[in-house]
Nanobody, 126 residues
Framework: QVQLVESGGGLVQAGGSLRLSCAAS????????MGWFRQAPGKEREFVVA???????????DYADSVKGRFAISRDNAKNTVYLQMNSLKPEDTAIYYC????????????????WGQGTQVTVSS
């Protein structure tokens, strides 16, 4: 089993930055695809970004169009942790952000992620 715990959310003004962390425990996730999803009030949970797993520290990432150029995902396998750097935040980025792990690699569909964190709230004020 993999347990995931997100942190780093908060309230920020538009144009500001936040860095989310997702700490994994129970099993090393170096070979798992790791993703971030978000869910705004009244909306479905949507894909934000995913990064591949790799035994040789070469990674690939896919981003939703809405966050390309503003968000960046990274991972530190020594810490079993994934990060999401969010820059130039907009009010429409307000949501609960969830970290997830998948054995299928760098995928964008929720159903392919077996492990989820509890989420961290990000609120961007205008």
């Amino acid at each position: 089993q993999v347990q995931l715990v997100e942190s780093g959310g908060g309230l920020v003004q538009a144009g500001g930055s936040l860095r989310l962390s997702c700490a994994a425990s129970g099993r090393t996730v170096s070979n798992y695809g790791m993703g971030w999803f978000r869910q705004a009030p009244g909306k479905e949970r949507e894909f934000v970004v995913a990064i591949s797993g790799s035994p040789i520290n070469i990674y690939y990432a896919d981003y939703a169009d809405s966050v390309k150029g503003r968000f960046a995902i990274s991972r530190d396998n020594a810490k079993n942790t994934v990060y999401l750097q969010m820059n130039s935040l907009k009010p429409e980025d307000t949501a609960i952000y969830y970290c997830a792990a998948s054995i299928f690699g760098r995928v964008s569909t929720r159903e392919q992620y077996a492990y989820w964190g509890q989420g961290t709230q990000v609120t961007v004020s205008s």
